[in-house]
């Protein structure tokens, strides 16, 4: 198993930025990718970005051009670098680790951000 923590969230002004990180411990030589994952009151847990073990990337069509996820692979940490941040962006965001064999999800606790003036 895999386990997460993330860190970094927080209230922000729109227009803002926040960066969010996850470390990594456990298995982490079964990691096959990492990426965040978004949940907003009311709806359903959403994929914001993920990043694989060769470094592609890939997001949601929302936050393009404004996220950026990273990896620091000495510190086993990912980055999810956020700017112009949107009222919209309020959630809680989630740390994902998808490793081991069979493959299996793995999740941090979540980081509340908050967008609003």
């Known amino acids: 198993q895999v386990q997460l923590v993330e860190s970094g969230g927080g209230l922000v002004q729109p227009g803002g930025s926040l960066r969010l990180s996850c470390a990594a411990s456990g298995d982490i030589f079964s990691i096959y990718a990492m990426g965040w994952y978004r949940q907003a009151p009311g709806k359903q847990r959403e994929l914001v970005a993920t990043?694989?073990?060769?470094?592609?990337?890939n997001y949601a069509d929302s936050v393009k051009g404004r996220f950026t996820i990273s990896r620091d692979n000495a510190k086993i940490t990912v980055y999810l670098q956020m700017n112009s941040l949107k009222p919209e962006d309020t959630a809680v965001y989630y740390c994902?680790?998808?490793?081991?064999?069979?493959?299996?999800?793995?999740w941090g606790q979540g980081t509340q951000v908050t967008v609003s003036s």
């Open positions: 990043i694989t073990s060769g470094g592609s990337t």
């Open positions: 994902n680790a998808v490793a081991g064999a069979p493959v299996e999800d793995n």
